[in-house]
């Protein structure tokens, strides 16, 4: 008999098989269901950063499944992820998360040689953005040159993988690089993590924080506490640093302690307690990093917290009704830019919620290795 894990995994991926074919059929990479449909992301066409999540989708339920649809759905968005390499001036750090689950997974998990040229040569346009004053610069505008960003901790994966497929240390030795000015600048007393702190591009001194997604300079955005948590689990696992486990731990017992009474996930630890905005997200990319701290450590405390987080997901706000498109709802992009989504399904919250159950299922295919 299936637990409720597989049950659900069954069933998304039923609803997903259906409602793939539209956007094959319009020739879109998802990013979000509105109105029945899938629609294309807000900002920058296909090379926004959050391209690669549908792919990745695709990924998990072909190795789910078995079922090619999902593999050949993947292979056409992976192309127009690859076309977006002449446009070039418009990708930045989030080329981690882009390209390593479209063709770091298509090389992994079929050995497609093309893709994993394709991979590297995003790996490549990562390390072009390493700053040897000790930071991956995050965006491209001229007036942000020293801005770093938590999230980048995710992204550091397709450095860690480029440098283990060539053989050639420099990739993860400028992930180490930026991974220990993370730990020194970002991490707080109190096991938080700040969102985006800016450096002075010639000296790598400090120069400030700023405020970016979350409720406001110095609370704690949930989503970059993810990235934090789930980011360092994978620093460890990869460069075997015992500083970078310790701060895993450390956010993680600080992302615990805010799991809400419904399982569901705050958008800001430190919002003010009248205001109902939740990020779906932050959980489902949280009860991926537990799990792998979890299989890290062999404590078992931390996987009963992704399984409370995920129950609280699947309980209220799996939507599998036909007449939607995405299954995760109450996703909130940022606090107050409600722009990219507020409330609502974002591809990327259904993209962790299925590695969240892949890895609970013991079926995790292991795309950010
Ligand atoms: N990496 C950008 C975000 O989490 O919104």
């Known amino acids: 008999m299936l637990n409720r894990y597989e049950k659900a995994l069954e069933r998304i991926a039923g609803k997903i098989r259906k409602t793939a074919e539209a956007a094959s059929e319009c020739g879109i990479i998802p990013y979000q269901s509105a109105a029945g449909k899938w629609i294309t992301s807000p900002y920058d066409g296909n090379s926004w950063w959050t391209g690669g999540f549908w792919p990745g989708l695709m990924w998990q339920l072909w190795c789910l499944t078995g079922d090619d649809f999902f593999r050949d759905e993947a292979r056409r968005a992976e192309k127009l992820l690859t076309d977006e390499f002449r446009t070039f001036r418009r990708l930045n750090h989030d080329v981690g998360f882009m390209y390593l689950l479209s063709c770091g997974a298509d090389a992994k998990l079929t050995g497609n040689e093309q893709a994993e040229t394709d991979m590297l ?3 490549s346009l990562l390390m072009g953005r390493f700053n040897p004053a000790g930071f991956i610069r995050a965006w491209n505008e001229p007036d942000r040159v020293g801005y770093a960003i938590i999230d980048c901790m995710m992204n550091l994966a397709l450095l860690y993988r480029a440098s283990r497929d060539t053989g050639d240390p420099r990739f993860r030795q400028a992930a180490g690089v ?13 096991g938080s993590v700040s969102h985006i702190i800016e450096f002075d591009p010639v000296t790598g001194r400090r120069v400030r924080e700023h405020a970016g997604q979350g409720y406001a300079l110095g609370t704690e955005w949930s989503r970059g ?3 934090g948590l789930y980011g360092f689990t994978l620093a460890y696992r990869h460069m075997k640093k015992p500083q970078y486990l310790d701060a895993a731990k450390r956010i993680a017992a600080n992302f615990t302690a805010h799991i809400r009474p419904d399982g569901l996930t705050d958008c800001d630890f430190c919002q003010p307690p009248e205001e109902e905005r939740t990020d779906n997200i932050a959980g489902a990319i949280a009860a991926c990093g537990l799990q792998e701290l979890a299989a890290l450590t062999g404590d078992e405390t931390w996987r009963h917290s992704a399984e409370r987080l995920i129950d609280g997901l699947l309980v209220h706000c799996a939507d599998f009704g036909e007449e939607r498109c995405g299954i995760l709802t109450r996703c909130t992009a940022s606090y107050h830019d409600d722009g990219a989504g507020r409330h609502t399904n974002i591809v990327y919250g259904d993209y962790f919620l299925v590695e969240a159950l892949m890895k609970l299922c013991g079926k995790d295919p292991g795309l950010w290795s």
Request: net charge negative; aromatic share 10%; no cysteine.
């Open 121 to 123: 040569h995003a790996a």
């Open 178 to 190: 930026h991974a220990d000015t993370t730990l020194r600048e970002f991490l707080r007393e109190n």
């Open 225 to 227: 506490q993810a990235w």
